[in-house]
């Protein structure tokens, strides 16, 4: 069967009222081989208006313009057409609408698509040098697809919510939520700032109705987020998040490394058995090195404050293997009285810290076998490392676009995947 361009784009590109004229390659550029495939209106047929969208009567026609498309076999390929003004009764004087065009931009819906689909791949830079197009082109055609995707987001079945924030750049946060139901991890709701204003923003967005229906929200300490979860949602049960109380943890006993080794350095003026001992005692011990471990085998031999204060940070590891809520509890306020008789500084405020949330902490144990706790962790790691991949951003914008594409599990029409 012998099949021609026409052929070919008549199968992928059908535009109602438009005909494919004819086809050029031009290998004069220096950008390389460039396919222009020339497009006129089909004989008899009106255009419609590019407001109202009616058949219209003509009223003169605008110079040719180039609208790029997918490359073809490594080729640049553009439209070329011609595009008619017309008469229309209801808006007046109007260019025609153009099926296959996004306004006065100069590519095609189906080249935005593509490029919105690589850029979920590749940074927004190499997805330009891959196609031949400017970085300009790329971010208007990902903003193209969130905005689509946003104005169609389904949230039927959403019961569990995360909140968190990052550090996106000096000074500046983003407060983020996601939804962590099983089968259903995705990024809902970016803004900017990690005030109560922010994560109250999310509840506007979502209603009342919604924020009804949601059973459980896990988040960290930040206060501002807790009041805004007792108000917005108050059929929610509120669980702080198991990572952020281990990075307290780590925080604590880092503080107290840090200060003893710098008591001992200067009280002897020697190179202290602490030196290099950071992730011995941050990491767990399944997760040391050949190296680590040993060094982790001296320093338990040493009777030190340090050592105190990590013997106490895995003890409290015990707390999240318990099946029973009840002896869950009763193991916390004995390492809570533990703590605070340790006469270290910093362990001591952990305890405190975990009897004034001590509801909060226990609703893990309701939840933990209905909902993915672990998942805003580790969308968190999936967030960051699309941010370093892309290189990072200069506009707040920029970096909620990027990152409702990446992690929003957005709906997309059928033909974005078409040249995939």
């Known amino acids: 069967m012998h099949v021609t361009l026409k052929t070919l784009l008549n199968h992928v590109e059908p535009w109602k009222g438009f005909v494919y004229e004819s086809s050029r390659l031009d290998n004069s550029g220096h950008g390389g081989a460039v396919l222009t495939i020339c497009l006129r209106p089909r004989c008899g047929s ?47 004087i109007h260019v025609e609408h153009l099926p296959w065009a996004l306004g006065k931009r100069p590519l095609t819906k189906s080249f935005a698509w593509f490029l919105a689909h690589w850029a979920k791949r590749l940074s927004w830079q190499e997805t330009a040098r891959a196609f031949q197009t400017s970085w300009e082109a790329v971010y208007r055609s990902v903003e193209m697809a969130v905005d689509r995707g946003r104005a169609r987001v389904d949230l039927t079945g959403l019961t569990a919510a995360g909140v968190d924030e990052i550090h996106w750049q000096k000074g500046k946060f983003l407060t983020l939520v996601y939804q962590i139901n099983e089968g259903a991890k995705r990024l809902l ?38 009041n805004v979860i007792e108000r917005c949602a ?34 002897r003026g020697v190179k202290t058995v602490l030196t290099h001992s950071r992730w011995c005692l941050l990491k767990r011990p399944e997760n040391l090195t050949d190296t680590q471990s040993l060094k982790l085998k001296d320093l338990l031999a040493c009777n030190l404050k340090t050592i105190r204060a990590y013997l106490l940070k895995e003890e409290f590891r015990f707390f999240w293997e318990y099946r029973s809520s009840a002896w869950a509890e009763k193991f916390m306020l004995q390492w809570c009285t533990k703590a605070m008789r340790s006469r270290l500084e910093p362990m001591k405020r952990i305890a405190r810290m975990l009897r004034a949330h001590k509801p909060l902490i226990m609703n893990w144990f309701e939840a933990r076998e209905q ?3 672990g998942a805003v962790e580790g969308l968190n790691n999936r967030l960051k490392a699309s941010i370093r991949n892309s290189y990072g951003f200069r506009t707040a914008n920029a970096i909620k676009v990027m990152l409702y594409h990446k992690l929003g599990a957005l709906p997309e029409p059928v033909f974005a995947h078409r040249f995939c």
Not at 56 to 84: C, K, N, S
Not at 194 to 205: D, H, P
């Open 189 to 226: 709701y970016i803004t900017e700032e990690r005030k109560e204003q922010s994560l109250r923003e999310f509840f506007v967005w979502l209603g009342k109705e919604r924020s009804a229906l949601i059973q459980f929200i896990c988040s960290d300490m930040w206060k501002p987020y807790l």
């Open 46 to 92: 009106r255009g419609r208006c590019g407001h109202c969208e009616r058949p219209t009567p003509g009223y003169d026609q605008q110079p040719a313009r180039d609208f790029q498309f997918v490359p073809l076999w490594g080729m640049a390929v553009t439209f070329r057409y011609a595009p008619r003004r017309l008469q229309c009764p209801r808006c007046g």
């Open 234 to 267: 108050p059929n929610a049960r509120n669980i702080l998040d198991r990572y952020h109380i281990a990075a307290k943890m780590n925080q604590a006993l880092d503080k107290i490394r840090a200060t003893e080794t710098r008591s001992i350095a200067k009280r």
């Open 371 to 373: 909902i993915s706790l």
